[in-house]
């Protein structure tokens, strides 16, 4: 654990809220104070009571083990308190008990990828401070690393009212924003993305976000490996992480850098682009990904060298079909939740996608569902987040994740566990979160169906637990109606 009072000197208020949280995750907080809540939140429960019993529920339990049917999960304050076979588990007198028969119940997602703004196509990117976090928790994304954000100071805040029980939503780990090295793409720096000039201002920078509660630094695709090398280094020194979404360097070379995760796994993955220059960003890449061999020595090698460093990858399906002619049509709850504008734009892009010449983007995607399956096969540690864009929607985004990962061909079990126990192994929390066990925080999801006989299933979500709170996400997604990608 950081010292708090170093990591956040600059700010007494904000020492006050990071401490609390990262308390939170050290088991030292009981449960959260039910009267402690706004009455907004409050507004958004359907179970509140101290002891909760879950009953004839299949379990998907997020350790990537076969579901079990007939389980029984008690959930005492903010934590689970048994997990067993029904009969096995002793059921509290006081409990409130809910028979869960015909649902599953899997851990709380954790989102690696999940920023809190919606991007359409630049300049539309809009903060969503408001309609984000009620996304995310309604659809059963209990936690959410922000991966690069464009307001940094409002998602700080917004981390702060939810660990306040003044708004609704997910956990959330905070990333600082995009980090660029100069170069030809300018439009990244008018994006807000801060441009690295020498090595002291690459330190500066994220010595100057680690004192303002940043965990992760997030390098984008304009990096040069210096710059890279310098920023991974100060980061590791301040405690913090360090995630890319790369081109300009390759996975091989960030990985002998020592990055810690890399974003949008072979989407972003320059060592097979043989045009590439050195530290620069090819406009090849997608094209030399759409042809790759994923069965050849060289992804072997890639892989081998990421497998052994311990460097995670994160899943980005759901966006990346976003790019392809076969992306799905917006469905009725996605028409709902983004406003008219929003929609017009999103038509006339896929109107383009679907009217041009990029089958080749089909065989990029399966690719990425093979490169996927191989990389863990061979022991990587794979985790999932939506990066909301285009027709991927927060927490909607992050269910397409699941989806797409049973189709890629991960059994269903294996596919809960990229989305939740592996999302809380990389940020470093799956001692508290991400899969279905006692002692653990009560941070659950309760599916009408089977999500291993039917991936879609995952849809169907009924009840959200967080902290111990049982959300009605009907509520939660019936607030942002028409708000999404506008607040």
């Not at 009969?87 to 869960?100: K, T, W, Y």
């Not at 903060?127 to 690393?145: F, K």
Request: proline share 5%.
């Amino acid at each position: 654990m950081r010292n708090c009072a170093r990591m956040f000197a600059p700010a007494a208020t904000m020492a006050l809220y990071g401490c609390l949280a990262i308390a939170l995750y050290a088991g030292q907080a009981g449960a959260q104070d039910r009267s402690a809540l706004s009455g907004e939140v409050q507004s958004y429960l359907s179970v509140s009571a101290p002891v909760v019993a879950l009953e004839n529920v299949l379990l998907f339990d997020g350790t990537g083990g076969p579901a079990q049917a007939g389980q029984t999960i008690v959930i005492r304050g903010n934590r689970i308190a048994a997990v067993g076979a029904a009969g096995s588990v002793d059921i509290p007198s006081d409990a409130e008990r809910l028979d869960l028969a015909g649902h599953s119940v899997m851990p709380g997602m954790v989102g690696l990828h999940d920023h809190l703004y919606y991007y359409q196509n630049a300049p539309r990117v809009a903060q969503m401070q408001y309609s984000g976090p009620r996304l995310y928790l309604g659809a059963g994304v209990t936690t959410v690393r922000t991966t690069g954000s464009m307001s940094p100071y409002q998602d700080i805040a917004l981390k702060g009212a939810i660990e306040r029980g003044e708004t609704p939503g997910p956990r959330i780990v905070i990333t600082a924003p995009y980090v660029i090295s100069p170069g030809p793409d300018e439009r990244l720096r008018d994006l807000g993305m801060y441009v690295i000039r020498d090595e002291e201002s690459a330190r500066r920078y994220v010595r100057y976000w680690a004192a303002e509660g940043a965990e992760w630094v997030k390098v984008y695709t304009q990096i040069s490996r210096e710059a890279l090398g310098t920023i991974i280094d100060e980061a590791h020194r301040q405690g913090m992480k360090v995630m890319g979404h790369l081109c300009s360097v390759s996975f091989r070379e960030a990985t002998a850098l020592g990055i810690d995760n890399l974003e949008h796994s072979l989407w972003a993955n320059s060592d097979f682009d043989a045009t590439r220059e050195p530290d620069k960003c090819s406009p090849n890449l997608s094209f030399s990904l759409a042809e790759l061999d994923v069965n050849s020595p060289a992804v072997d090698v890639t892989i081998d060298e990421i497998v052994e460093a311990g460097v995670a990858i994160t899943s980005t399906l759901a966006v990346a079909e976003q790019a392809t002619p076969a992306v799905p049509d917006l469905t009725a709850r996605d028409l709902e939740a983004l406003p008219d504008h929003v929609v017009q734009a999103e038509m006339e892009r896929r109107r383009v996608i679907r009217s041009g010449t990029t089958e080749w983007m089909i065989d990029l995607l399966h690719n990425m569902f093979a490169f996927e399956r191989r990389f863990v096969e061979a022991g990587g540690l794979l985790a999932a987040g939506v990066d909301p864009a285009w027709g991927a929607l927060p927490g909607y985004g992050d269910q397409r994740n699941f989806e797409l990962l049973v189709q890629a061909g991960f059994e269903a079990a294996t596919a809960v566990q990229i989305v939740s126990a592996n999302g809380a192994r990389v940020i470093g929390i799956d001692d508290e979160v991400g899969t279905v066990t006692a002692g653990k925080l009560a941070d659950l999801v309760v599916i009408e169906g089977d999500i291993g006989n039917s991936a879609s299933d995952i849809r169907n979500v009924r009840l959200v637990f967080k902290d111990g709170l049982g959300y009605d996400p009907k509520r939660l997604t019936d607030a942002v109606k028409g708000l999404v990608g506008m607040r």
